[in-house]
């Protein structure tokens, strides 16, 4: 089997990749959040205020003191920072996905460029999705790994199918 040196740690390079973020997805979850940064940080002032003034509100003194604040640099530099605090989570969220390299004797869990984990196949008994979650199962019921994989479902299954996996479920 031929490997490939990712980060310290060997992978497989005949295996499938399933999951982690498109192009496309990427610019979303960027523009997603970057926005809703950008708007949270353009709105803090008035949020903070009115949350200050609820009475079951908890913190209501850090609140008004946040809200208190009205340099002009902050009218533009809240929403900047806003947006860039938006744009570190979207990188977090990207590159925390997992990606999967199923391969016939192996599956691998690759976050951040790193191989974070190594189910055998010999150890898998069963593979299903639970909601968006696809559930790698051992003969004695235990979960060996369950998370979000992000893509089609069907790329997902097909690569399981693929190499010899026994997919369990409706779309089967």
């Known amino acids: 089997m031929v490997t490939e040196n990712t980060g310290g740690r060997e992978h497989a390079a005949d295996g499938t990749r399933v999951g ?4 496309e997805g990427r610019w979303f979850v960027a523009a997603l959040l970057g926005l809703g940064g950008v708007a949270l940080g353009a709105l803090l002032p008035v949020l903070a205020g009115w949350a200050a003034e609820l009475p079951w509100m908890p913190f209501q003194g850090p609140l ?10 902050l009218v533009w530099g809240r929403p900047v920072i806003g947006g860039v605090l938006g744009l570190l989570a979207a990188a977090w969220v990207v590159t925390g996905s997992a990606v999967l390299v199923v391969g016939d004797e192996r599956v691998e869990v690759v976050r951040r460029g790193q191989v974070e984990r190594v189910v055998r196949r010999d150890q898998v008994d069963g593979v299903h999705r639970r909601g968006s979650k696809v559930v790698l199962v051992s003969a004695q019921g235990r979960e060996l790994f369950a998370d979000d994989v992000e893509g089609p479902k069907d790329a997902v299954r097909a690569a399981f199918v693929r190499h010899g996996y026994p997919w369990e479920g409706a779309d089967a």
Do not use: A, N, V
């Open 20 to 23: 982690g973020f498109d192009t």
């Open 64 to 73: 008004r003191l946040l809200g208190s604040f009205d340099g002009g640099w």
